[in-house]
């Protein structure tokens, strides 16, 4: 059974007759039992799947309605709910925590008839980039078993990009759908704010970050889209997609487009091996008919800065809940007060949340917001408003969407600061509400490069058209695992 084909490729299959969604995910299922101890992106895997795809299989052939997905094998970040199954965040905190409903993501797959394969593995409470603040153990990149997948969707990004499902869905809130995409050369999109319900994902920092797809193709991207996107009453920031088709004209191409290749993202601390893929894309795009140029934002140099501010900020507050009554792991009470019960239980926690807290506490706290957090709110409205400008000017914008290649397990895990200011370009697109997409472009020293574009709020369509053309200019080895 060949497992490396698209969604779109798969579905085609199904409709007719040529792939039986029961074989497919078996030999999925079969696949993540032979690689998955190396890669470790599974932290529960769905044993009904393959059940479920014969019923699949039996509606193609009695001729009856079947959704869209036609039983496509699907790996969820386990920071989505899925009705009674266990949702971890990769938190000792929630080791045990049975969803009671699905996210709405959940329900609009279900109802067009996906297969959930498993749960997969993230940084702790999707605080991170390398996936190496999960409580259970870093997953693997499939390029390189040395190197981190990225993060905080590095389970996502590795069962895509090693053939353990089709697609995948993560949460992005400063470019952990994009950072784990590019680190394992698959596609990863983070739509505009809003477009995507939130209903049901645990909330990191709610005011910033979206569920976004993981696949193999551009187009596969946009089919999920159409599945997804839209308005919902469960959740109140959603907009609505107008019905908007995102595969329809998906090739028209960007002949005459405008392109802001921005100009901080390309700059001090980009590895030289990034910098030519990024200006190698420019110049394919170029060929295409895009007339490309420089662009300033000058903020930028401040947004990791508010960006941690914000999402710490928002984070103390919504891992506040754990307190190990509502929620938690077995520990007793006896012996202890109410609040020293809740510091020891909180001692679960690994250092990254610890840390996320801590500032989460102080940074909006009496006497130190107007220094911090207020400050931040300030760059993100600046930000947004020079975000706002070129796209008055410029109809995308450009830039790698890592400005280094993956690294070593373990090589930044002791200094956070390092490690955050690899969000340098991601963090935009979530500050400023705008949709983003990472395209595997370029594999060097044997680890994936991709490169960001970016448009502006509620250019989904046009951004995943852009993004298409670029995927169309190259032909990328597959991954040796
Ligand atoms: N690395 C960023 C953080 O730790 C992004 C995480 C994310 O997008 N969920 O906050």
Redesign the pocket.
Known sequence: MNLRISALDYVQGVKNGNVSAEDFVASTLERISDIDERLHAFLSVNDDAVDQARSIDKKVKSGDKVGACFGMPISIKDNICIKNSKTTCASKMLENFIAPYDATVITKLRNQDAVFVGKVNL?EF????STEFSAFGPSKNPWNTEYVPG??SGGSAVSVSAFECIASLG??????VR?PASFCSTVGYKPTYGLISRYGLIS?ANSI?QIGPLTRTVKDAAFMLNIIAGLDENDNTTVDSKNTDYLSGIDSGIEGKRIGIIKEMIGEGIDSRVLSATKDAISKLESLGAICEEVSLDMVKYSVAAY?TI?ATEAGSNLARYDNIRYGYDFTVEGYEFNSYISKARRNFGPEVKRRMMIGGFVPSAGHAGKYFLKALKVKSKLTKEVNEAFKRFDLLISPTVPILPFRIGEKIDDPISLFLV?INTVTANLTGKPAISVPFAIANGLPIGIQLMADSMNDKLLLQAAFALESTITLPEVPT
């Open positions: 940084d999707a605080m991170g980039l993060g905080s949460s992005d809130t400063g470019g952990s950072n990191y970050e941690y999402t969000d």
